[in-house]
Structure formats: C-alpha cells, structure tokens
C-alpha cells in the first residue's frame, strides 16, 4: 500500500512538470481522436566512458600542446619563365634614377657625390645603400612588412674605366649587378636571393605566393630617403597600390625555390614606358629599373619621398657647368699648343713642365 501511494505521489508530482494539453471534446469529428507525442530519443549516458575515451582526452591533449610551425626559411633563387618554364638565372641587375628638373638621372652627381668622392670611395658613398623591403599586400595602409635586404654602394665593371678608375661623377651609372654566389662568385650577392618560409609556398595553390617589393634609397651623404618605383610619373594617393609596389612571386617548380619578378600594373613594364624587363631582358640580364618618386616638397627636411634638395640639385647643375666648361678649355689649350714639342725650354725644363701637367691632369681628372 505504501509503495502504491509513494508511485501515485511521484506520478502526480511528474505531471505537474510535463507539457500537458487540452483538447476540447466540441473541436474533434467522429470517434477517434489522433495526435502526436514527440519522444526524445537523444540518449545521456550516466558515466559518458565513450565521450571521455573518444573525444575528450584527444581535444584536452589538443589544447595543451602547441602546433608544429615550420619556422625554417629557405633560399629562393632568382628565374624567368621561358616557354611556361621556370629558368634559374645566374645574375640580375637593379638601376636607380632620380628626378632632376623634369628628367631622370642615372649618374651620381645627382646625389650631391663629385669624382673625387668616388675615386677616394668615401663613407657617405660607400655607406649609402638600397633596401628592399617586402611586404604582404600592395596596400600600404594594411599591408605587413616581412622582410627585407640591404645592397650597399658597388664600384663595378658599370662605374670603372678601361683602367679600373671610377669614372666621372656625371658618367657613373647608379646601378646594382648581383651574382650567384656559385656562378657569379666576383659579383655581389647581397640581395640576390629571398629568404622566405617553405611552408608558406608549398601549402598554397600551384605552390606560389606573392609577396610585393617596394624599394628605398639610403643616401649616406645628405641623410635623404627615397621611395623607388618602377616606372615614372612619381605616387600619389590614388595610384600608390598599382605602381608603388611590385610584384614578386615565390615558387616551388621542380624541387627548385625560386622567384620572378612580375608588373603590378601594365604601366611598370618596359614596353610600357616602366622599368621592369625581367622575362624578356632585352640585354640578357633579368633587369628591373626603379625611378624616384615625383617630389612635391622643396624643403631640406628628410621625408620618404624626398631623394635629394633643391640646392643639392643645384650645386649638381652647377658641377656638371664647371665640369663642361674645363673640358672645353682643355680643348682649346691642346689646339694653341705647337707641333713641335719644343717650344725653346731646355730639355730639363721641358721635361718637369711635362710631369707637372700630367701630375695636374690626374688630380683635375680626379676632381672632376
């Protein structure tokens, strides 16, 4: 009796906590009536023992141990494509130009260096240098720096004579030649290669990943930083994303890391009016050229598009002025001069007169 009661109780206390409904007897037609009861069928068991072998300690050990990362970089290797071929190069070039009263200027009196600066190799030459910054994206406005390498001032077969001598300041190209450390070990290697993440290249589609190159000019001399863009016109707010950067894509083509350099925009090719020739390399060397970009401010104040001032311009023109002016009075002394070397000194006399003007020669030379 007591167990009955103690069953009537708990069934009674059950049906207060169930969703019970109504039917009223008006609303039903014929003899039967017919409704549905959904039964959960959503097992919980007591002890969860499968959720706990199965799941549970897989995601807590999860959790607690970090993932592997591959934080090895690998060397990537300069290559063009030929015929849908990737073809490692042994040696590329980078030439720099910079504004000068509408025009571009390869040699460096540009940037405020005379001959003498360049025979002598002095630090504010030596030390400036080109960096190559690399980001992850073409806007600068959420774009992150990933790396980036530095190619210091060379004095190579492009700025030296017949004779191994620095040529003269406004006849010594601007430019960079970099080598293969094993094809090319006379050349320069810095810059050469990209070190990048394997992982980053062989876990993406057709095992490629674009990184963008967006270069600056050190100068040493005058403390001035200069964006470098390859093609001309200069940056503005509005076409930054298209010209500013360049485009360098990272490869994995049979078992080889390489890299090539591409156009952001059509305007940066060569046949364009731009200075990417790199697939094409008119003269057989991978080549990319980079220009100054367009300077609105006059100031002496260092900024980022600020390569050289108004007045270091100047005192360029005015050298390259000088400069014309003793060629041409050297000229017009050879003519005066007899053809008979003696002209009434002594042997003795004409001999010291001789070594003096060689000797002023060589320094005139020098310093122009």
Not at 123 to 151: H, Q, R
């Amino acid at each position: 009796m007591d167990y009955i009661l103690t069953l009537q109780l708990c069934l009674k206390k059950w049906m207060m906590f169930v969703n019970r409904k109504k039917i009223r007897l008006g609303s039903i037609v014929g003899d039967n009536i017919n409704f549905n009861i959904t039964i959960p069928t959503n097992a919980n068991p007591l002890d969860n023992e499968d959720v706990v072998k199965n799941k549970f300690i897989d995601k807590e050990v999860e959790k607690a141990i970090n993932g592997v990362v591959d934080y090895k970089k690998v060397r990537f290797k300069p290559a063009i494509i030929d015929n849908g071929n990737w073809k490692i190069v042994p040696e590329i070039k980078i030439n720099l130009f910079f504004r000068y009263e509408g025009d571009y200027i390869n040699t460096y009196d540009i940037l405020g260096f005379n001959s003498e600066n360049l025979f002598c190799r002095v630090n504010g030459l030596i030390k400036s240098y080109l960096t190559l910054d690399y980001y992850d994206s073409n806007n600068s406005v959420e774009n992150k720096f990933l790396t980036s390498a530095n190619i210091y001032t060379q004095m190579g077969s492009d700025q030296l004579n017949s004779v191994g001598i620095p040529k003269k300041s406004n006849e010594c190209p601007i430019s960079y030649r970099l080598g293969s450390p094993t094809m090319r070990p006379d050349m320069v290697h810095e810059g050469f290669h990209i070190y990048w993440y394997a992982s980053d290249v062989l876990n993406t589609p057709n095992s490629e990943y674009t990184i963008y190159l967006s270069p600056t000019y050190q100068n040493a001399g005058n403390g001035k930083v200069s964006i470098m863009v390859p093609t001309k016109g200069g940056v503005t707010g509005i076409n930054s994303e298209e010209l500013q950067y360049t485009k360098v894509k990272l490869k994995y083509w049979r078992g080889n890391f390489v890299y090539g350099i591409e156009a952001n925009d059509v305007r940066q090719l060569k046949e364009n009016g731009g200075g990417i020739d790199w697939n094409t390399n008119s003269d057989g060397i991978p080549t990319i050229t980079f220009y100054e970009a367009l300077n609105n401010n006059n100031s002496k104040s260092t900024d980022m598009v600020s390569g050289v001032s108004s007045d270091e311009k100047s005192f360029a023109a005015q050298q390259r002025e000088e400069e014309r002016k003793k060629t041409e009075e050297e000229i017009e002394e050879m003519k005066d001069l007899p053809k008979n070397v003696n002209v009434g000194l002594t042997e003795a006399q004409e001999s010291a007169t001789g070594e003096v003007g060689d000797g002023v020669g060589a320094t005139g030379t020098g310093v122009g």
